[in-house]
T-cell receptor, first 113, second 111 residues
Framework: NAGVTQTPKFQVLKTGQSMTLQCAQD?????MYWYRQDPGMGLRLIYY???????DKGEVPNGYNVSRLNKREFSLRLESAAPSQTSVYFC????????????FGDGTRLSIL | DQQVKQNSPSLSVQEGRISILNCDYT??????FLWYKKYPAEGPTFLIS?????DKNEDGRFTVFLNKSAKHLSLHIVPSQPGDSAVYFC??????????FGAGTRLTVKP
């Protein structure tokens, strides 16, 4: 009954370091998403993957890359971390249909010094 | 620009009373609206939704109202319970892969 699993839960990086955030879902959903949550800003979409093998930019993609490794896994990579990327990152998945809600992981809290 | 706005950062109500959380949007192309609930250190969880062809949807203690002419939706919780204390996010969707979230309203229900 795991749903969406994100690793790690916490991470501290230095400016310029690289990092990959992992996400896996066990609900056989086609679509997967990466969001960041900042105070007063709500959740903003970074990248999404409509299906295995496809990825597209969201609202705030700069400084990030993603990989849809297979149907279950969708990773987010920071190639050269910047303090502005300090945030809480959420991964989500969704079944087919516009009326289907997204299911979220518990988040990764990332601090960049 | 924020297409979905929740103008009240916080709301406090007494247990047993009604909680009303509000949300405004600017994009008239949004056709599906959702409310999510978030506890600390957890991800948001889906609460209730409404299609743009409806003006009301009810699920137990939770009711969502949509006023398309005013580009406004609200979430009513009756009666409010201490376990409802959380941050509530309003979200709106135009295309299947594009969902915009509000900044959230922190609800506190006092015993």
């Amino acid at each position: 009954n795991a749903g969406v699993t994100q690793t790690p839960k916490f991470q501290v990086l230095k400016t310029g370091q690289s990092m990959t955030l992992q996400c896996a879902q066990d609900m056989n959903h086609n679509s997967m998403y990466w969001y960041r949550q900042d105070p007063g800003m709500g959740l903003r979409l970074i990248y999404y993957s409509a299906s295995e093998g496809t990825t597209d930019k969201g609202e705030v993609p700069n400084g990030y890359n993603v990989s849809r490794l297979n149907k279950r896994e969708f990773s987010l990579r920071l190639e050269s971390a910047a303090p502005s990327q300090t945030s809480v990152y959420f991964c989500a998945s969704r079944d087919r249909g516009v009326d289907q809600p997204q299911h979220f992981g518990d988040g990764t809290r990332l601090s960049i010094l | 620009d924020q297409q979905v706005k929740q103008n009240s950062p916080s709301l406090s109500v007494q247990e047993g009373r009604i909680s009303i959380l509000n949300c405004d949007y600017t994009n008239s192309m949004f056709d599906y609206f959702l409310w999510y609930k978030k506890y600390p250190a957890e991800g948001p969880t889906f609460l209730i939704s409404i299609s743009s062809i409806k003006d009301k949807n009810e699920d137990g203690r939770f009711t969502v109202f949509l006023n398309k002419s005013a580009k406004h939706l609200s979430l009513h919780i009756v009666p409010s319970q201490p376990g409802d204390s959380a941050v509530y996010f309003c979200a709106a969707s135009e295309a299947i892969y594009d969902m915009r979230f509000g900044a959230g309203t922190r609800l506190t229900v006092k015993p």
